[in-house]
């Protein structure tokens, strides 16, 4: 009899909404109601009440943890914690409020497969709702949880938390992007609904939030159609004890899309040689199979001249490769985003230079609108440009591919990360520049 069991599913999640909406009491409640806080954490916490929490246990404290975030009240920094339960591990990120730090929630919530927005039920729909809701849609992320908050503070009414929903459901139709949404009413403070039915919401009968974190579908989130794996390393093990490894030559990186098969035909891009997988190296050893998003080994029949930063995909299912490329961008800095400005790109695996050609539109968060041919981005701004690289990329479009249709610009010099931005679709699978293959 095997006994094989399958792995426990992994969900990433992240918390967002504007300030004071109770997203760290969340996370506090979360991990104190599902019985994962350590006894020294709840030690701590005792410890604390006095200073912050008036006596009383401030559940916020788990995950604010620099001391200006607790003598402020509010988040700054992204806090990951992670905790798990029979059906499932988790891995949250909280994310702050504030508009100044929309670039610390890109961060947060850029490998999210679901974001939690907060909404408080006194103040309803607010600017950064809308803004966190439209960047989880660019972010790509296919589940959303709108959790209407602090529902003991508008008497329970289930008036006020429909009037919050069709708010919502009115401009969820422009981002046209989730897979699937929830409306949840909650008491972060008071653990309504988080993990336990509340008794004062009899007039709600969905899931409470950590059963639907539990039971959401996320197996088939990931991209496993089209092989993408970037060349992070050529591992060339050099042991002088190991005579079996003097010739060992694989290439090793993460698996950003599709799943590898020994024997299986690949093409190695840029420069388009074809060859089969001989061995699939993982953790555990060699395997036959591997899938996105593990991190393995590659050894190939071929001895061929691959370096970090190519990409060895699929023959029969081509991304894009060009220096002329167009998408999104959250611009994160202070200083504002003009044509012309030169920065370094990073893409997967490599690093490359490249120039903002052109400013297309920017995106209007009240209306959702593109205003078209703006002067420059600003901080938290988020727009849509064109770029020429220094040498062609790689790519897919980000709703294809979130691993290979991502990047970051970087200032040089200063070496700050000024922008995340999601690459629209090629216009044309890739053409290669060279028709020999390895046969």
């Known amino acids: 009899m095997s006994t094989h069991t399958r792995p426990v599913e992994i969900l990433r999640f992240n918390t967002c909404g504007s300030v004071d909406d109770g997203k760290s009491t969340l996370i506090g409640r979360l991990l104190y109601d599902s019985k994962n806080l350590m006894e020294d954490q709840l030690e701590a916490l005792q410890r604390s009440a006095d200073l912050t929490g008036g006596g009383q246990v401030n559940l916020a404290n788990i995950t604010d943890g620099l001391r200006a975030e607790r003598e402020q009240g509010i988040t700054i920094d992204v806090a990951y914690r992670y905790f798990a339960t029979p059906r499932r591990r988790f891995i949250v990120a909280d994310t702050p409020g504030h508009v100044q730090y929309t670039r610390n929630m890109v961060t947060g919530a850029s490998t999210a497969n679901l974001s939690v927005v907060l909404v408080d039920a006194r103040q309803g729909v607010t600017e950064q709702t809308r803004r966190h809701a439209c960047i989880a849609a660019l972010l790509g992320i296919p589940h959303i949880v709108f959790a209407v908050n602090k529902m003991d503070l508008v008497e329970w009414s289930e008036r006020r938390f429909l009037a919050i929903r069709a708010e919502i459901e009115a401009f969820l139709p422009k ?32 899931p409470t939030l950590l059963r639907h974190l539990e039971t959401v579908h996320i197996a088939s989130d990931w991209n496993l159609t089209a092989l993408r794996f970037p060349v992070q390393w050529v591992n060339r093990p050099h042991r002088p004890t190991d005579s079996a490894l003097h010739d060992f030559r694989g290439f090793s990186g993460q698996l950003a899309g599709g799943i590898v098969r020994t024997g299986q035909w690949v093409l190695v891009l840029p420069s388009g040689w074809k060859t089969t997988v001989r061995e699939i190296w ?28 190519d990409m060895i995909v699929s023959p029969d299912q081509l991304p894009g490769m060009s220096q002329e490329i167009q998408g999104r961008v959250c611009w994160m ?20 230079q490249a120039v ?38 790689i790519y897919d479009g980000y709703g294809f591919n979130r691993m290979t249709g991502s990047f970051i610009l970087i200032e040089p010099g200063t070496n700050a990360t000024v922008a995340a931005g999601m690459l629209r679709s090629p216009s044309e699978p890739a053409r290669l520049e060279y028709t020999d293959f390895a046969i």
């Open 282 to 309: 993982t953790p555990e050893g060699i395997e036959a199979e591997a899938f996105c998003p593990q991190s393995v080994t590659l050894v190939l029949e071929h001895d061929l001249d691959i370096s970090r930063g």
């Open 175 to 206: 981002l046209d992007a989730f897979r699937d949404v929830k409306f949840i009413p909650i008491s972060a403070l008071h653990g309504d609904n988080v993990v336990d039915p509340s008794p004062r919401t009899p007039w709600y009968e969905g």
């Open 333 to 352: 800095h202070p200083k504002p985003l003009i044509a012309g400005r030169k920065f370094l790109l990073k893409h997967t695996t490599q690093t490359v």
């Open 356 to 393: 903002v050609t052109s400013l297309e539109s920017r995106l209007d968060i009240a209306t959702f609108e593109a205003e078209p041919g703006p002067s420059e981005l600003g901080l938290n701004d988020i727009g849509e440009v064109r770029l020429r690289t220094s040498r062609p990329l």
